[in-house]
């Protein structure tokens, strides 16, 4: 935590020395690249999709990466420090940043949560927490529509000569995603409903249960934070053999351990239920890959679920 700390007040420093530098730069005439930084690969792919050759993109949670533990490096902040453009999700996903983002303010830096853009209306409370929201909200392509819109605007604030190309872009991946629920919905309709069970690792999926009608279970809750006590793994596992569930699911950025010991649990009770598969949660694959994209991701996983399901 002394680290975490000390690295916060690093940049924030480095902040503070770049505002008293006077106001923000114009966007320069001879189209420089603007830098953007992002957290999570979802929100980095939008952009590139979004911003095109003008922005070059990164994002500090690569593959495997689990954002509600994640702690920043020195090299994470470096690459904060000299962003032109940050974008997180917000909604406390990326809880040990929040200083980080905090410190931010009053820089010369477009910062966005971008999650935040979504009305509190459409968003799901954690059970048990009133006022605190489920971030996993890029597991409903149209909700995730409404947030790339504003990493759109987000771009196009920072590049305003640019603002009628990046609509354009927006429009087109937004086309992009309302193509994928249809073929999500599609894909889904092979299930009866009564076999749409989905249990996972970690609470990430009520978005797209909601969105789909799955009823979701996690062994964990809404953050990887929180852990699961044998007790709860019991209960799962007696869901599990009287509900007839066939299959549950690892987590790709997450450990198989408590997956497999609710899959031994079962077994004790007499129900066998199978491991179907690994899932994109709360980071995308490998860049190269057909899961490094949020549409390739998203295809992934419904096809992983609704194979093992059936």
Same mark, same amino acid.
């Given at each position: ?27 320069? *005439? ?28 990164? *994002? ?23 962003? %032109? ?30 999650? *935040?853009?979504?009305?509190? *209306? ?17 597991? @409903? ?8 819109? %504003? ?5 196009? @604030? ?13 429009? @087109? ?138």
């Amino acid at each position: 935590m002394r680290e975490f700390l000390a690295l916060a007040k690093f940049l924030a420093g480095g902040l503070m020395l770049l505002a008293a530098c006077g106001p923000p730069a114009p966007p320069s *005439e001879d189209h420089r690249t603007i830098k953007v930084t992002t957290t999570i690969g979802m929100i980095a792919d939008a952009a590139r999709n979004i911003g095109g050759p003008t922005f070059e993109v990164v *994002e500090l949670m690569g593959p495997g990466i689990d954002p509600h533990l994640y702690r920043p490096t020195a090299g994470d902040l470096a690459r904060i420090e000299g962003a %032109d453009v940050v974008l997180h999700l917000g909604l406390e996903l990326e809880g040990r940043m929040g200083q980080v983002f905090e410190s931010l303010k009053g820089s010369r830096k477009t910062v966005r949560a971008v999650g *935040e853009s979504i009305p509190k *209306e459409k968003l799901l409370e954690v059970q048990g927490v009133p006022g605190k929201h489920d971030p996993h909200v890029w597991f @409903d392509p149209q909700l995730w529509s409404i947030v790339v819109a %504003d990493i759109a605007r987000a771009l196009a @604030d920072r590049a305003p000569e640019q603002k009628s190309e990046i609509e354009r872009r927006l429009a @087109d991946y937004q086309a992009d995603l309302a193509a994928l629920d249809g073929e999500v919905r599609r894909t889904v309709a092979q299930l009866h409903l009564e076999a749409r069970v989905l249990v996972t690792a970690h609470d990430a999926f009520h978005y797209f249960g909601k969105a789909y009608g799955f009823e979701v279970l996690g062994i964990q809750g809404v953050s990887t934070a929180a852990e699961a006590s044998p007790s709860d793994i019991r209960r799962l596992a007696r869901f599990l053999a009287d509900r007839k569930v066939k299959a549950v699911f690892v987590e790709t950025s997450l450990s198989p351990g408590t997956v497999k010991a609710l899959q031994e649990s079962a077994s004790s009770l007499g129900w066998k239920v199978v491991i179907g598969g690994s899932l994109f949660s709360d980071a995308m694959g490998d860049k190269g890959t057909p899961e490094g994209t949020y549409v390739g991701m998203v295809r992934h996983n419904v096809n992983t679920i609704v194979g093992a399901l059936q």
